[in-house]
């Protein structure tokens, strides 16, 4: 029987599989489905930092979005990847928490790339490519780090919000840390290599 914290549409198929109404192929053709979403294309099936392979296509998409949008779609843009991304993390997290057989699977990395998606959202200064790479480098540190409260999110959170807050929380710190790095820049006088 299907429980209260699973979405209609992950209960109807896993009844539906369960009851055999669904054969085999079908629940393969949906992992394979989920596997490909929830691993961020593949990125997050990395042997080797699979949260930083993952978080690239977060930068990938800020600098398709800055590429091809006009200046005053850039944000809202940013803004509904950034929504489905969380809309995705929210009804993916029971079946990769069941697939992957952990609280916080390495392998399922939505939440990396919705960390990340959040620094063009919150700091718009500089050029783009100091906001990817500060903003890249930056958050990774501060998402493997885990200052408080996302170490403590992270260790005893449960569920699709507890798995994307970490992530959100780092990406506010790096914010932080760039509007830092944009007011010691001319001071130290390496505007052109940090954020201008």
Not at 70 to 81: G, K, M
Not at 112 to 132: D, K, N, S
Request: with cysteine.
């Amino acid at each position: 029987m299907c429980g209260m914290r699973r979405t209609a549409a992950a209960c109807l198929i896993s009844c539906a599989i369960e009851s055999g109404m669904l054969g085999e192929a079908a629940q393969v053709r949906r992992n394979t489905l989920n596997i490909v979403l929830a691993s961020g294309f593949g990125l997050g099936l990395s042997p080797i930092a699979p949260g930083t392979c993952a978080a690239l296509l977060g930068v990938a998409l800020h600098l398709a979005i800055a590429l091809v949008a006009s200046p005053h779609w850039v944000v809202p843009a940013i803004a509904v990847v950034f929504i489905v991304v969380c809309i995705a993390n929210h009804l993916l997290t029971p079946w990769a928490q069941e697939y992957w057989s952990h609280k916080d699977p390495k392998h399922f990395v939505l939440d990396e790339i919705a960390g990340y998606l959040v620094v063009p959202l919150l700091f718009r200064h500089g050029q783009l490519w100091q906001v990817a790479l500060w903003g890249f480098l930056i958050f990774r540190v501060l998402d493997i780090i885990k200052l408080p409260p996302a170490r403590q999110i992270d260790r005893n959170g449960t569920g699709a919000w507890a798995i994307l807050l970490d992530d959100i929380i780092s990406a506010v710190y790096t914010v932080g840390v760039l509007q830092a790095l944009r007011f010691i820049g001319p001071s130290l006088g390496i505007t052109r290599w940090l954020i201008g």
